[in-house]
């Protein structure tokens, strides 16, 4: 029983509440954390396995876009959303919203808009010069792309759902 001017329950000094206000591991809403997995493969295999390391031959792989240098920053987002998980810590989350938006969606967009010259010979010569897996690579780019802007546009829709949730709590917290 908890009551400011009642009596205490028996055994207890009061300063036993710490593990009530805690939420289970399994309640807690991770901002994006697996929509992060594919964005952090798509990093690794791009920046070690074609542009850096040169595993793979470009006669099999095309090398990467002028878009994608800047793409790679889109590791920022995801770092914010890590580090503001465990305290919920609101400016981090915003910040990961926003650079969601510089670093994600606006370079997929340039991209998209940068590719259409290419996508538009392919589309009426039937014409392509950069291959990925045999396959033209602005058409598998355009579909790199659409994934890529969808599993964004999540990240940053539930970025936005939990700093709701926070920003709700911690004003709840203030009122009190």
Known sequence: MASRTGPRASGTDGSDFQHRERVASHYQMRSG???QLPHLIYYTVNL???SQLSLVSHKVVASPYQWEYPYLLSIVPTVFSFLALPRNNISYLVVSMISAGLFCVAPLIYGGMEMFPVAQQ??????AYRFIFGFSAVSVM???IVIAVQVHAWQIYYSKQLLDQWFTATQDKKKK
């Open 33 to 35: 954390q697996s929509l």
């Open 142 to 144: 355009y579909l790199v």
């Open 122 to 127: 392919l589309y009426r010569h039937g014409k």
């Open 48 to 50: 070690v396995t074609v």
